[in-house]
């Protein structure tokens, strides 16, 4: 099974409707993370959580919205969809540092088109 | 600010042929430096890292990269490529001081056979 793990894979819904991607984790990292792949853009942080009660906004935080609802989970909402929030979509978590010197590791990805 | 550049959206090499991707970064301070791959429909693999310990780093499936602070460079190589190399190579780095971390925008390597 994977460490990191996201659900749906692959979502098509309408604009104005909402969506909800879900993560969970099993690597036990406080540290969270949302990011967009777009093509020719990189990855693009949403959101970011460093604990439970910890939740920041990331560089492209608008139209976007978190939940840290344990450690181990972190859900990204899209309130109202709309078409150029069509991407792929990554939760991914990071270690404290001492173990594996500060990895990022990413889900499978969540393909997500809104038409 | 700390930021990532990626020279060459896409990079073309023969089977065999020397790799070479393009990684720069701006950094005040010594940063953490990373090197994933992505292949089709999959999510991102970590493939080596730099925390400075030792500026050549060798990381998984043959590749390696040198940390070169005078260059503020951190280019990723394999010296034979393969045709299963061919994917989406993204540098990162960790902004010092925080857990956050910045990506280039990637490069995608076709190896032509």
């Known amino acids: 099974d994977a460490d990191v793990t996201q659900t749906p894979r692959n979502r098509i819904t309408k604009t104005g409707k909402r969506i909800m991607l879900e993560c969970s984790q099993t690597k036990g990292h406080d540290r969270m993370y949302w990011y967009r792949q777009d093509p020719g853009l990189g990855l693009r942080l949403i959101y970011y959580s460093f604990d439970v009660k910890d939740i920041n906004k990331g560089e492209i935080s608008d139209g976007y919205s978190v939940s840290r609802q344990a450690q181990a989970k972190f859900s990204l909402s899209l309130e109202s969809a709309i078409p150029n929030q069509t991407a792929l979509y990554f939760c991914a978590t ?14 499978e990805g969540s393909w997500l088109t809104v038409v | 600010a700390q930021s990532v550049t990626q020279l060459g959206s896409h990079v073309s090499v023969s089977e065999g042929a ?19 791959v992505q292949y089709p429909n999959q999510g991102l693999q970590l493939l080596l890292k730099y925390t400075s310990a030792a500026t050549l780093v060798k990381g998984i499936n043959g590749f390696e990269a040198e940390f070169k602070k005078s260059e503020t460079s951190f280019h990723l ?14 540098c990162a780095v960790r902004i010092s001081g925080t857990y956050k971390y910045i990506f280039g925008t990637g490069t995608r390597l076709k190896v032509l056979a």
Request: charged content about 10%.
């Open chain 2, 18 to 36: 020397l790799v070479l991707l393009r990684c720069n970064y701006s950094s005040s301070v010594p940063p953490y430096l990373f090197w994933y």
């Open chain 2, 77 to 90: 190589t394999k010296p034979s490529a393969h045709m299963s190399d061919a994917a989406e190579y993204f």
């Open chain 1, 94 to 107: 990071s270690d404290p540092g001492l173990v594996s010197g500060n990895t990022i590791y990413f889900g």
